[in-house]
């Protein structure tokens, strides 16, 4: 069996609100193996960033309540760390790059200051030094002049080299897993190039795994080694990333795909998926996507015109499929495929 540094087993998290406790995550479970990248994958609000807040423990307790559910790391479930242990695994064994550079960084301290708090909040080693491997790790980054942004302020800098400076923050200390939330989110083409290109090469060199955090197909299918789809609050199919593009299983995942770009002739607009998410205050029984899921409409409409005695899916209206195995590593989570293609329970 494959060696696992984050082992995320079956967590449900809720939030508590005015209207009452509303689930965020229905018992997520995957991992991410020493040197390996998983993108975590899904369209805003499906639970991507609760996910990897959940793994740091940075949502604060209350509203947000971990209801069950382990996040193993290097054997130890980190929910059951002491924050004092917690503290020393932030930033040390586990670094996260968050979605908007400009919010994160302080905007009264330098740059060069903040990347040298990493070294010196960790008691690495004293001022003068941490000022030494601030610019260095700046350096790494192909931040342009180093020892002169080491000086300025978030503000003076253009997103691209802000985040830069994110990511020698969430390096300095060599990471053995670095959470990337959207890390070239909201930059234009070329420097969403570079950033992610950065990412490749650092990576390799500081042989670490990465959780790849994006709404972009694109950006997995050239990065991660295995891909997780995610829709409201569940991971509905995962698979080694070449697998998961060529032989999507859920419908979800077939819809996401099915709605890239790509060489198309005669067609003037691009399919889209049908429907719009439950909201998770008032989520339905049975499978989340039943609504929108091309199979269960198509079961329906045989029943319904008595073409059928029964109907084949009313199963989706009940039951929320768990994930069920269909080769070595892919996973998908749907009733449908599984009677057809017969996947077994995880």
Same mark, same amino acid.
């Given at each position: @069996?494959?060696? #696992? ?9 809720? =939030? ?6 509303v689930?965020?995550? =229905? ?20 639970g ?22 382990? !996040? ?13 242990? @917690? ?9 996260? !790059? ?34 030494e ?9 192909? @931040? ?16 691209? @080299? ?10 300095a ?5 670095? !959470?990337?939330?959207? *890390? ?9 190039a ?19 955090? #994006? ?33 999507? !299983?859920? *419908? ?8 890239? *770009? ?10 889209s998926?049908?429907? #719009?998410? *439950? ?24 029943f ?43």
């Open positions: @069996m494959a060696e #696992t540094l984050l082992d995320v087993r079956g967590l449900r998290l809720s =939030f508590a609100t005015e209207k009452g406790s689930r965020a995550l =229905f018992g997520v479970s995957f991992s991410v193996a020493p040197g390996e990248t998983v993108g975590l994958v899904g369209e805003s609000g499906c991507k960033t609760v996910t990897a807040l959940a793994v740091l423990r940075l949502l604060q307790s209350p509203p947000a309540i971990v209801e069950s559910g382990e !996040i193993v790391f290097r054997g130890e479930d980190l929910l059951a760390l002491p924050e004092k242990r @917690m503290c020393g695994v932030r930033g040390k064994s586990i670094s996260m !790059i968050f979605q908007e550079p400009m919010s994160s960084l302080n905007p009264v301290l330098t740059v060069g200051e903040q990347v040298a708090e990493v070294f010196t909040a960790h008691n690495v080693c004293g001022k003068r030094e941490a000022a491997r601030a610019v260095e790790w700046l350096r790494k980054v192909h @931040m342009p002049d180093p020892s002169l942004r080491a000086r300025e302020y978030p503000h003076q800098m253009s997103g691209g @080299m802000r985040q830069r400076a994110m990511i020698a923050m969430a390096l200390l060599t990471p053995s897993l670095l !959470i990337a939330d959207e *890390p070239s989110t909201a930059l234009d083409v070329t420097i969403q570079q950033i992610l290109s950065l990412l490749r090469e650092l990576r390799e060199r500081e042989r670490m795994a990465v959780l790849l955090i #994006t709404h972009d197909l694109g950006v997995v299918h050239d990065f991660a080694d295995r891909t997780a789809i995610m829709y409201l609050g569940r991971i509905v199919e995962i698979a080694p990333t070449r697998e998961l593009f060529a032989d999507p !299983i859920h *419908p979800y995942t077939q819809g996401l795909l099915a709605s890239l *770009p790509g060489k198309r002739t005669g067609e003037k607009r691009l399919p998926i049908p429907g #719009t998410v *439950p909201d998770l205050s008032n989520v339905p029984p049975g499978c989340p996507f039943a609504d929108r899921c091309p199979f269960r409409r198509e079961a329906l409409s045989r319904l015109a008595r073409e059928v005695p029964a109907d084949p899916l009313a199963v989706c209206d009940r039951e929320d499929p768990p994930l069920y195995e269909y080769s070595g590593g892919h996973f998908a989570a749907c009733h449908h495929q599984r009677t057809v293609r017969g996947g077994g329970a995880r």
